[in-house]
């Protein structure tokens, strides 16, 4: 049984930053791959970064350059650094993994930027 937990959500000015945290049980942390996933009302979910057990990243077009997404395999975390935060990025964050085939996902944090 994994689970993922969120954190950090909330309100946001435009130009603005939030730092999101999730926290994972079970001890194949540090070797599985980590997600951020987000979806905003009547849209669909969409990948918005991801990072490998070795530490590679990658990132929707949308936020690359303006976030950062990173690992502490001590902690069992990983976190995304949302800068640069513009309405458009208003949305409810998940974070997901997969483990032998099965897909994991916290129950969400809700961000939201104002203009």
């Known amino acids: 049984q994994v689970q993922l937990v969120e954190s950090g959500g909330g309100l946001a000015q435009a130009g603005g930053s939030l730092r999101l945290s999730c926290a994972a049980s079970g001890r ?3 070797i599985v791959t980590m997600d951020w996933y987000r979806q905003a009302p009547g ?3 969409e990948l918005v970064a991801t990072i490998t057990s070795g530490g590679s ?3 929707a077009d949308s936020v690359n350059g303006r976030f ?3 690992r502490a395999n001590a902690k069992n975390t990983v976190y995304l ?3 640069s935060l ?6 409810v964050y998940y ?3 997969v483990v032998r085939l099965n897909v994991y996902w916290g129950q969400g944090t809700q ?3 104002s203009s």
Do not use: G, H, W
């Open 57 to 59: 990243t990658s990132y």
């Open 95 to 97: 974070c997901r993994t």
């Open 86 to 91: 513009k309405p458009e990025d208003t949305a």
């Open 68 to 70: 950062t997404i990173s």
């Open 43 to 45: 849209k669909q979910r």
């Open 111 to 113: 961000v939201t930027v």
């Open 28 to 30: 194949l942390f540090s």
């Open 81 to 83: 650094q949302m800068n």
